[in-house]
């Protein structure tokens, strides 16, 4: 006689799964609330993360905490200027015993990748980074290697460490959905953080509250929300409104269009709808686009920032 199965959990929606990830990052994250909101927005969207703040404030750590957060596997680069790209991606090592070479991934393939101070990476490292970033994928020797589903990528950047860097170039910054600044907590929060309630005793503390396949299924749903036709022609009259700025010389791409509709597709189900707004599209413009701006100094997040809310400011939105 065969024994009943074990019952199989009901799948929980989107916002249980965000609101979860949310409060456990947070624990480690005291204070950071906005940062920790963008971070798990990145995450739900299938999009990759920049963090750029001064030392100390807590990028890493935001990084290693989403990672323990969601379960599976983590990987870690640290960026130097010797970095080579295999080690990044990983390389084909020949085997004596078989006569063949064998494929030993690098740190990349993991569900969540943290690559630490990747402006100290040599133009030819950042470059090893593009294929992953878009693709989902690592070509070594002719062959195409899958990345975990999901892949979430997190970087870091010190934006006042201008020794020893190297600039990204635009066709990087613009595979990254989300851009955010992490600056110094609150006086309250940074009590806590001396009491040890966050910070790394509140990092080893947290425990996954999801797994890969359950963030899969998350992200799969977020893409299927709905977003009205109104919506759409908002999003995209943002993006054109960015090309007509008298101080902007590259405006934001297609990429960033698509980019800008799936995080605040995300931001929507963090807040508990189940339809976009143009106030979701409001919330995250800047961190969606402000960095893929490119005015006649380069790509500046400050001046990035003011633009796109120039251009907030200017563009009419549609009455829901």
Known sequence: MALPAD???APRDPRTVAVAV???????????????????????????????????????????????????RAGRVQCTPDLLPADVTGTSVYSPATGEWDFRP?????HVVLVDEVNRASPR???????PMEERQVTVDGISHRLPDP??????????????TFPLPESQLDRFAL????????????????????????????????????????????????CAPTVVDYV???VDA??????????????????????????????GRDFVTPDDVKAVAAHALAHRIVTAAGPDLEAGSRIVAEVLAAVVAPVP
Do not use: W, Y
Not at 125 to 131: D, F, G, N, P, V
């Open 106 to 110: 690098g740190p990349v393939f993991a």
């Open 7 to 9: 019952p199989v959990p």
């Open 151 to 164: 892949f979430l990528l997190v970087a870091t950047r010190n934006p006042f460490g201008a020794s020893g």
């Open 242 to 271: 960015t090309h007509l700025h008298p101080d902007v010389v590259l405006g934001a791409s297609p990429r960033a269009a698509l980019g800008l509709q799936a995080a605040a597709r995300a931001r929507a189900v963090v807040v």
């Open 236 to 238: 995209l009259d943002v």
């Open 179 to 226: 851009v955010c600044t992490l600056d110094r907590p609150p006086r309250d929060a940074a009590r806590e953080i001396l009491a040890g309630e966050g910070g790394a005793p509140g990092l080893a503390r947290i425990r996954p509250v999801t797994d890969p396949a359950e963030i899969a299924a998350t992200i799969a749903a977020v893409r299927r929300l709905h």
């Open 22 to 72: 949310f409060d456990a990052v947070a624990a480690a994250m005291r204070g950071a609330d906005d940062a920790v909101g963008m971070a798990v927005v990145a995450l739900l969207a299938g999009g990759h993360l920049l963090l750029e703040g001064v030392p100390g404030t807590g990028k890493t750590l935001l990084a290693k905490s989403l990672a323990a957060a969601i379960g599976g």
């Open 125 to 131: 490292t950042q470059a090893a980074l593009l294929e």
